[in-house]
Nanobody, 115 residues
Framework: QVHLVESGGGLVQPGGSLRLTCVAS????????MSWYRQYPGKERELVAH???????DYVDSVKGRFTIYRDKGKNTVHLDMTKLRPEDTAVYYC?????????WGQGTQVTVSS
């Protein structure tokens, strides 16, 4: 059974940085399509970033130039480096593993951007 765990969230001031980590058991996530999503209270979960099987990446417009998704193949982890954080980045962030035709999710990690 696939199990994903996110970590690295916390409270940060506007303009600050955080690194989120997704650790997998039961699957080699370094050779799968991986995504980060975020969810605001009372809102639908939204896509933040993808990393494809060839390590190509894509981002939602609001985070381009500020967030970076990348793999650490030796540790079987996927990360989201977040810089120049804004209050509107405040959300629960989720890691998603795509294994066709299924998707797997972690428990989420809270990111709060506030003075």
């Amino acid at each position: 059974q696939v199990h994903l765990v996110e970590s690295g969230g916390g409270l940060v001031q506007p303009g600050g940085s955080l690194r989120l980590t997704c650790v997998a058991s039961g699957s080699d996530l370094t050779i799968r399509k991986m995504s980060w999503y975020r969810q605001y209270p009372g809102k639908e979960r939204e896509l933040v970033a993808h990393i494809m099987t060839n390590d190509g990446t894509d981002y939602v417009d609001s985070v381009k130039g500020r967030f970076t998704i990348y793999r650490d193949k030796g540790k079987n982890t996927v990360h989201l480096d977040m810089t120049k954080l804004r209050p509107e980045d405040t959300a629960v962030y989720y890691c998603q593993l795509c294994v066709w035709p299924q998707s797997y999710w972690g428990q989420g990690t809270q990111v709060t951007v506030s003075s």
